[in-house]
């Protein structure tokens, strides 16, 4: 055990930039000379057994992850410089383990850069084939197989319920016991497990992106662009990761995806989804609930959330065991495109739809943060309840276009009982699941024909509709 030696000045110098410390005060940490801690992380010493143990025990660092940090990076590498491309480049493995050792964000960058390119080479030999075939069908068989299309369609049809994830996250809260201040604590349990420190910079220094992790310097950093709702998920997101592995997998390997692409989009979302049941534990969400009747604005302030927040996870809360509204909700942008939808039971595309011009959630962008209720009335089908409310994105900079949504909750009437806004008189919208598919008759605010109804053709009358029919 003693002869045991592993190279890894790299993730020394890591460990010590992310706990804030200079060479020499984690030298005496260590109780060697700040000289020979130089030569470990210029990689001319080895870490012996007994520094290791060292490293543990004083900076609780995880002697599992430092032996296996960059195995991982060099067996992707590996697979890069196996390519028929790259074949012969190098004449052995030893430069691949220097640059994951010494430059980690780079390493990531070039496997990026690689699945890109092959995900790319796959879709081109798709376009070919269906080139060489049936070149009607072009459009719509080469959408339906676009990965981002596929896991959209598949996360829209089922269930939005993961119980692997949220007993992996129910138990994760129970042992981390945060208090009042949960972002506090997840941050503490990223320095002392991890090393990671949280660090927040200015828009002007990351322009593009909300959050980003530096594998060098151990520090996950945030857009000031993000609100406290939206920090504090992003914070989640990043102890998800590295927390419920195995849940995460579990729940992955349920799904029928096809392709590396596919699945590591279907994983962002659960990584999402799994966020927000660390923030909304699953047993005191529910009760909250239940407690303020499903009114979302006292639940969201409650656990300190966004209304997107607090009205996804409230479609995850139909399951057994538990007696709740099969809640619903759809997102759109100003043009009208749906950027996302969910449901308890998959959203009800085909009893609901979600396209009809006449529901509040096209009327809440001219009534910015006020929640629209109404009751619905479908043709020939159900009533829903439906709340709307625009959604504002990240803070955006003088100059810049600031994004808003709009996003849609709903139930059923059966169920809108068990809610505050059940017994409000609410108006009733006579609605469709879309224009194309409703038969309405003298429709204001119809915007296209309908499939299934001849045109009303009469130059002796004019309806209400350009679209009128007979």
Known sequence: MSDVKLFAGPRVRRIRNGLGLTQTGMAEGLGISPSYLNLIERNQRPLTVQLLLKLASVYKVDLEGLRAEAGGSVAE??????????????????????????????TAGIVRLYRAYREQAERLRDLSG????????????????????????????RP??????DAAAEAFHAALQPGEELVVGLKDWLRRMHGIAVRSLPIH????????????SMRLFLSERLGPEDLLEEIAVEVAGLAFDEALAAALARLPLEGPEARRIARRVLLRYAARALIMPLSAFYAACQRAYYDL???????????????????????????????????????????HARGAEGFPRHRFGGHCPKLGLHRAFAQPGTL?????????????????RSIEG????????????????????????????????????????????CE??????????????????????????AFDFE
């Open 440 to 465: 309405r008759q003298g429709c204001l605010a119809r915007a296209q024909a309908p499939l299934i109804r001849p045109l009303g053709l009469d130059e002796r009358v004019t309806g209400l509709s």
């Open 205 to 216: 220094v990351m322009p593009g992106h909300r959050r980003r992790y530096d594998r060098h």
């Open 130 to 157: 269906l080139l060489s075939g049936d070149g009607a069908a072009l459009a719509a068989s080469f959408e339906t197989r676009l990965p981002a299309d596929a896991v959209r369609d598949l996360f829209e049809s």
């Open 77 to 106: 590498l590996k697979a890069v410089f196996a390519d028929p491309l790259l074949a012969g480049e190098l004449p052995g493995d030893q430069e691949l383990v220097e640059i994951a050792e010494a430059a980690p964000n780079a």
């Open 160 to 165: 939005n319920v993961f119980p692997e994830i």
């Open 394 to 437: 990240p803070q955006a900079g003088f100059g810049e276009l600031l994004r808003r949504t709009a996003l849609l909750i709903g139930c059923e009437e059966a169920s809108a009982g068990e809610t505050v806004y059940g017994a409000a008189a609410l108006a009733l919208i006579e609605g469709g699941p879309a224009c194309r598919l």
């Open 297 to 339: 604005d006292l639940v969201r302030s409650r656990f300190s959330v966004s209304f997107r927040q607090c009205a996804e996870r409230m479609t995850t809360l139909k399951r057994q065991g538990l007696q709740a509204p099969g809640f619903f909700l759809m997102e759109v942008d100003q043009a009208g495109n749906r950027l």
């Open 372 to 388: 629209l209720a109404e009751r619905v009335e479908m043709i020939g089908g159900p009533i829903y309840l439906t709340l709307s």
